[in-house]
Structures are given as structure tokens and as C-alpha cells.
């Protein structure tokens, strides 16, 4: 499996990697020696001796959200934004996601492992029943790679479900800030069960028949949820939201 892993990865020999949770350092010893620089990433501490034993790796006793990544890459001679790997634990891999994202800037791709349920909200589509805030989030800014599922049987200690590999290419042409975005994504799944209007309403400074007028220009329905817009459109009613929000404080000063 580990084999599979790697050339999944497809590491090379000017990569700069950053591997999240080295742990005994099974793929660390596979995939260092065929790149240019190694960082193994670890916050157990009695995990650090199997990584110590490993020749040519950069050993981070840390939380990966500690790490100055871009201080990683603008500290080496090659001009060449890092790539992330890792087995994310389940309590935080959302979290870590997200971090991960809002440092995009110093990273050229990401080749995680995630439990299959987190990896199903990730890749949902709009509408389905795991589609949310993290699926628009990681879809707005990332171009997903779908890959294997692997049992359960290859991690000791053994989890209770499967985990599935999933590859993160970054797209260049976003609009949105990732704070931007979440604040207003915040907003919008505040309340899942109610309607997409009504949370606006409720948590942005725009009177009703504004927002009105911004659902019209997109041809969204007033009874739309917030798990119904795709990420393209969540950017378009954010941006026509910002122009209405320019209009409305003009016109009090106009002529």
C-alpha cells in the first residue's frame, strides 16, 4: 500500500515536501530520498526517535498549523513552492484543511489522507446531504483529485471506518479572500435548515428588498438553501453583494 501511496504522490527530485504526521517515518524513508528537501512533521514526541534514524529529513516537533510554511520555502535555494502529504487525524483534519488552504500562497499541491466520511463532505456535490461548509471551501479554491480507498486493516492502531487519498491542486483564478469567504460562508450555513435568505438577512447589514434584488440578478430562488449554491455561484452573490453594498452607501451622498 505504501508503494501505491507513493506513486500516487509522484514525488520528484526537486520537490520540496512537508509531510504532516511522519510518525514512524514508513513513507518518510520511501519518499525523502527521492526528493530535494524532506520535512517531517511530527507532534508526538515518542515518535521522533523512528524519524531521527531516517538520513537527510528535517524533523519538526510541532503542530503543522505552527509552521511557517512559507518561511519553509523562501528559506531554500530553489524557487519552488512546497507540496504538502499526510494522514490528517480525524478530530482536526478540517481543520487542518482549512489552514492549509489559507496558506496556499507557499504551497503548489497537497496529497492528503482523510477518513472516508470527511473525504465524502470534501468532494460532495451542491444539494447532496454532505455538501456544506467545507465542501465549498476546499471546491472553490481546489481542483480535487478523487483517489483509492484504503481498508481500514492497513493502520495500526486499526479505525473504525475506511480512509480514502484525495490530491489538492490549487486554481489560480479565485476572487474571493479565504477570510472573506469563510466569514460569509459562516453566515450563510449559520442555520442550515433555514433559508439561505433569511440567514443573510439575519446576519448581514442589507435590507430585504436589496437582497432581493442581488437573488433576481443570479436567478436564485427565494427558498434556496445555503447547501444548494455550487462554489461559482456563492462567489458571484458575494461579489453582487459587495456592489450592492457600494451602491446602497452611495446613495445617501448622492446629488
Not at 535555494?77 to 490528517?88: F, Q, T, V
Not at 450555513?189 to 433569511?198: A, E, V, Y
Not at 455561484?233 to 453594498?245: A, D, F, P
Request: net charge negative.
Amino acid at each position: 500500500m505504501l508503494l501505491k501511496i507513493a506513486e500516487f504522490i509522484q514525488p520528484d527530485s526537486k520537490d520540496i515536501i512537508v509531510e504532516i504526521g511522519a510518525g514512524t517515518g514508513a513513507l518518510t524513508s520511501l519518499l525523502a530520498p527521492q526528493t530535494a528537501r524532506y520535512f517531517a512533521v511530527e507532534l508526538d514526541s515518542d515518535l521522533l526517535p523512528y524519524l531521527q534514524s531516517i538520513p537527510e529529513i528535517d524533523i519538526l516537533h510541532q503542530d503543522i498549523r505552527n509552521v511557517d510554511l512559507c518561511a519553509i520555502q523562501g528559506g531554500l535555494p530553489l524557487e519552488r513552492k512546497i507540496r504538502i502529504i499526510g494522514n490528517l487525524p480525524y478530530y482536526v483534519a478540517s481543520n487542518i484543511l482549512m489552514w492549509l488552504i489559507s496558506q496556499r500562497a507557499c504551497i503548489h499541491n497537497m496529497t492528503l489522507l482523510f477518513q472516508e466520511e470527511v473525504a465524502q463532505r470534501i468532494l460532495a456535490p451542491p444539494s447532496d446531504s454532505d455538501f456544506g461548509y467545507l465542501s465549498v471551501i476546499s471546491q472553490y479554491y481546489c481542483n480535487i483529485q478523487k483517489g483509492f480507498k484504503i481498508h481500514k486493516n492497513c493502520f495500526i492502531p486499526r479505525p473504525e471506518i475506511e480512509s480514502r487519498i484525495l490530491r489538492f491542486e490549487f486554481l489560480p483564478d479565485t476572487q474571493i479572500p479565504f477570510d472573506e469567504l469563510t466569514d460569509f460562508l459562516a453566515k450563510a450555513f449559520s442555520q442550515r435548515r433555514k433559508k439561505l435568505r433569511n440567514n443573510l438577512l439575519r446576519t448581514l447589514a442589507i435590507e430585504p428588498d436589496s437582497l432581493d434584488e442581488v437573488f433576481h440578478e443570479l436567478g436564485l430562488d427565494e427558498n434556496v438553501r445555503a447547501e444548494n449554491l455550487s462554489p461559482g455561484q456563492y462567489e458571484e452573490l458575494i461579489i453582487r453583494l459587495q456592489n450592492q453594498g457600494s451602491k446602497t452607501k452611495e446613495e445617501p451622498g448622492a446629488p
